[in-house]
């Protein structure tokens, strides 16, 4: 396999366009083709025009999942975020139902819970999705975009992992993988991490923060998601997803967690004062993380094109991580045999 062909296994990429033939669309899969990427992500708005994205409605999501399968391999991984309530890219106005938001849902009982999580599971499957950028199991409301947008499943971490736990049985059995977010904990952080670098140094705890990925990483067919957030105490510049002190200190060593761990968007404001794009891939790919997200959807410009020059830039240490590669093409086969795999 050549440089250029590894190197997109390490890439999540946001596509633009909704139906096979959009020339957006074509552009980005060719150029997710050219390096070999085998893991993307959708959304129902592109940030920057303010128009609909890749999410019209049953049908056409279909026929989009499979057109995007049969550029890049049967095997690829297609996500979003489906968390419910405010952040839905399936919602309502494309013929989906509308599902809780993580406070809400906290509030169930436990038996309408397990119903709830499976509607939601069940209709990621229907289209073709396989993995859910859920659930947020950031605990508290400190932050204004977790807990004051509905996020987070409360302050109890034993509670958080109760609800956790529903969510990931749920897509289990319906075949899609899931992604803890946001290590090691934006619950407490101050700021937004799109437009900002928060600093948790001072409001993170341990015991609080990090109990649901004691609890849940372990289970089959989980990835974790780093967060942009700053952590004096464990790394003195970089946010935790540029930190090898935190990615592979704290969660791939300390928690001794063995799956696939990838980043936060790197199109947000808070890992991009780090550096150029190469260099924030670079970091990204040196600190630990096995795949390295940016959903091409922000007022950059940045497309699919453009992130797999910036990743060609930094192909030696794309490249360099054998037991990287493994993760991801293990996991890759997992959530491709879907239910039951």
Same mark, same amino acid.
């Given at each position: ?6 190197? +997109? ?13 959009d ?26 025009? +303010? ?16 057109? #995007? ?29 509308a ?9 169930m ?17 229907? =289209?073709? #999705?396989?993995?859910n950028?859920?659930?947020? =199991?950031?605990?508290?409301?400190? $932050?204004?975009?977790i ?12 509670? =958080?992992? *109760?609800?956790? $736990?529903?969510?990931? =049985? ?8 899931? &992604? ?6 934006? +619950?407490?952080?101050? !700021? ?11 409001s993170?705890d ?19 998601m ?54 924030? #891939? %670079? ?11 940016? %959903?091409?959807?922000? *007022?950059? &410009? ?11 830039? %930094?192909?030696?240490?794309?490249? &360099?991580? %054998? ?10 086969? *997992? ?5 039951? !795999?």
């Amino acid at each position: 396999m050549t440089t250029d062909a590894k190197i +997109g296994e390490r890439l999540m990429l946001g596509l633009r366009g909704s139906e096979p033939g959009d020339p957006g669309l074509e552009t980005d899969l060719a150029a997710c083709a050219s390096v070999g990427v085998r893991a993307v992500l959708l959304f129902d708005r592109d940030v920057a025009s +303010g128009r609909a994205r890749n999410v019209i409605g049953r049908d056409q999501l279909r026929g989009l999942t499979a057109h #995007i399968r049969s550029r890049l391999g049967a095997d690829t991984i297609i996500a979003v975020d489906q968390e419910g309530g405010r952040v839905q890219r399936l919602g309502p106005d494309h013929g989906f139902a509308a599902h809780p938001s993580a406070a809400e849902f906290a509030g169930m009982p436990p038996r309408d819970r397990v119903a709830a999580a499976d509607r939601l599971a069940a209709e990621l499957a229907d =289209v073709g #999705i396989n993995l859910n950028l859920s659930p947020c =199991v950031d605990i508290g409301d400190g $932050s204004p975009v977790i807990g004051g947008l509905g996020r987070s499943f409360g302050g109890d971490p034993d509670a =958080v992992v *109760e609800c956790a $736990s529903a969510v990931i =049985v749920a897509h289990r059995g319906r075949g899609i993988g899931c &992604a803890l977010k946001h290590f090691p904990g934006h +619950g407490s952080a101050p !700021g937004d991490s799109h437009k900002t670098l928060p600093d948790i140094t001072r409001s993170f705890d341990p015991g609080r923060d990090l109990a649901p990925y004691r609890a849940l990483c372990a289970r089959d067919g989980i990835s974790v998601m780093t967060a942009h957030v700053l952590h004096r105490g464990h790394d003195r510049s970089r946010p935790a997803s540029l930190s090898r002190p935190i990615t592979t200190g704290l969660l791939r060593e300390g928690m001794r967690f063995g799956g696939v761990i990838m980043t936060d968007s790197l199109d947000m404001e808070g890992v991009r004062r780090q550096g150029a794009l190469e260099d924030v #891939i %670079a970091a990204a790919a040196g600190a630990g993380a096995d795949l390295i997200v940016h %959903a091409c959807n922000s *007022e950059r &410009a940045e497309h699919a094109p453009e992130v797999a020059a910036a990743a060609g830039a %930094a192909a030696a240490r794309l490249t &360099a991580d %054998a037991e990287a590669f493994a993760r991801l093409r293990r996991w890759r086969r *997992e959530l491709a045999r879907g239910p039951g !795999g």
